[in-house]
């Protein structure tokens, strides 16, 4: 059965740091493009960044200079490096994995920023 299953959010103070995982099962993870998502509350779902089978990255505007994808493909695992976070930060993040029209997604893990 396909699982991705993310972890390593909570609380964190403004300009703190934070490292999210996302665990897939079920599915070989590198022949696919591995994506982070957020959503807060009374706000569209918003692409965060992206890493391609090839290892190829790319991140949202405000993103930019704070925040590192990676994978291990052995492991079969995306992480998300999150470093000076800001209060609108604040937000579910999700696992997305994605090839040729098919797409997978988690549960999400909350990440809150606050003093």
């Known amino acids: 059965q396909v699982q991705l299953v993310e972890s390593g959010g909570g609380l964190v103070q403004p300009g703190g740091s934070l490292r999210l995982s996302c665990a897939a099962s079920g599915f070989t993870s590198g022949a696919y493009a591995m994506n982070w998502y957020r959503q807060a509350p009374g706000k569209e779902r918003e692409l965060v960044a992206v890493?391609?089978?090839?290892?190829?990255?790319n991140y949202a505007d405000s993103m930019k200079g704070r925040f590192t994808i990676s994978r291990d493909n052995v492991k079969n695992t995306v992480y998300l490096k999150m470093n000076s976070l800001k209060p609108e930060d604040t937000a579910v993040y999700y696992c997305n994995a994605a090839n040729r029209g098919r797409s997978y997604w988690g549960q999400g893990t909350q990440v809150t920023v606050s003093s």
């Open positions: 890493i391609t089978s090839g290892g190829g990255r």
